[in-house]
């Protein structure tokens, strides 16, 4: 498992979809996963610190959490299949880790809320991450192209590159310009 960070949620300016963009810890490898409206919203809601009047869908499910006496533990991209994504949540439970399948977009959201790690799994980055030009802050080629650290790239299928083909597509039409610039 890689630990990641959410670097940033974005909108594509051609048809108005959210992705969020998870980056690898202390490398330059990120991965977008595509998230509905209320999702984008409340993960940024948490992420930029904003005060709500009432709970969302998301601090209700991290209350019950706490009530019930357990604890989220952390969250895992853990597959891509069929251009969907999966997660996990860890949560610890009596003294023992439970894990439940859930849609990315909801266990980021938990995870802000709670303070913990974001993992994603490394099958799930060869497949879906990206390297971005610095120069125009459009995609590169991933690292099963590039040759992995080692130098022995994994090979991709042919199938897996015409799938994946829609995700390269959607990033290329997201407004990156300020992607490296953080809010203070």
Request: no cysteine.
């Amino acid at each position: 498992m890689i630990e990641m960070t959410i670097d940033s949620i974005r909108v594509s300016l051609m048809n108005y979809q959210r992705v969020v963009i998870l980056k690898e810890k202390g490398a330059e490898r990120y991965l977008p996963i595509w998230i509905g409206a209320a999702e984008a919203d409340a993960i940024a809601v948490k992420l930029q610190d904003v005060s709500v009047p009432r709970p969302l869908t998301h601090d209700l499910l991290q209350s019950m959490i706490d009530v019930l006496g357990a604890s989220v533990n952390s969250i895992i991209v853990s597959d891509l299949k069929n251009d969907t994504f999966y997660a996990r949540i860890l949560l610890n439970v009596d003294g023992g880790l439970v894990e439940v399948d859930s849609r990315p977009s909801d266990a980021l959201a938990l995870a802000v809320r709670a303070g913990v790690t974001i993992y994603a799994e490394e099958a799930v980055l060869d497949k879906a991450g990206i390297f971005l030009d610095k120069e125009t802050g459009k995609p590169i080629a991933g690292e099963a192209e590039l040759g992995a650290a080692d130098g022995k790239g994994k090979e991709i299928s042919e199938e897996e590159k015409k799938k994946l083909s829609a995700f390269y597509d959607f990033i290329n039409t997201l407004d990156l310009d300020d992607f490296d610039k953080r809010k203070s």
